[in-house]
């Protein structure tokens, strides 16, 4: 039988959970500079001193929303180092269509890394470590596709890799704004498709 201790233990992190969702909801709906700790409090039925018996401020709480978000798509983000040549590259379709059924990640990212473009947001530096990771994985994919002979030797790989995050990104807000007419994983696949056949060898 659970201690005492074990109980409330996991009651506080089953808690700790239940507030870090209804923020995730409250960031994505409103952005972080518009929501307020109360907000946030109201939403889980705690006073604001009682949100801040949990998280000792809004920006914590930003970082551990965040840390969240990551860990949903830990297993898909490991995946981009499996692989060779350009099978590891079409790992992201499997996370568009992930994406796709996770709309409210997905809103939470695209409004967090819109207002992180302004000086001194507190999520600046988690995106622009994020983007330059993601970036870097891509083009260490495409070099080994490269080095399979599945790409031109002269391709920009590191411009592709950034070409291909922004396509991503800018999909997820048309799909985001408009989702009966934009079919963002079909969009994505025949982009893919085709951004890659363009950095193919000649003979290919």
């Not at 201790?5 to 009651?11: E, I, M, V």
């Not at 499996?82 to 079409?90: S, T």
């Not at 996770?102 to 992180?116: I, K």
Request: glycine fraction near 8%; avoid cysteine; hydrophobic fraction near 40%.
């Amino acid at each position: 039988m659970p201690s005492d201790n074990a109980r409330g233990y996991a009651k506080g992190r089953a808690r700790r959970r239940e507030i870090l969702l209804a923020a995730l909801r409250a960031f994505a709906e409103q952005g972080f500079r518009a929501t307020s700790m109360r907000e946030i409090a109201e939403m889980v039925g705690l006073s604001q001193a009682g949100l801040l018996h949990h998280f000792s401020s809004k920006e914590e709480l930003l970082e551990e929303v965040l840390r969240l978000r990551d860990e949903e798509q830990t297993a898909f983000n490991e995946r981009l180092g499996e692989g060779r040549g350009l099978d590891a590259i079409r790992y992201l379709l499997d996370l568009v269509d992930l994406n796709a059924r996770q709309v409210g990640l997905v809103r939470l990212y695209t409004v967090l890394a819109g207002e992180s473009v302004s000086p001194g947001h507190p999520a600046r530096q988690y995106f622009l470590d994020r983007y330059a990771t993601v970036r870097e994985r891509v083009a260490q994919r495409l070099r080994s596709a490269r080095d399979e002979g599945e790409l031109r030797a002269d391709a920009d790989l590191d411009g592709a890799s950034a070409v291909i995050m922004a396509v991503m990104d800018g999909l997820q807000i048309q799909w985001l704004l408009d989702p009966e007419t934009v079919d963002m994983p079909q969009v994505f696949r025949e982009f893919l498709e085709t951004y890659l056949r363009g950095l193919a060898p000649d003979d290919r």
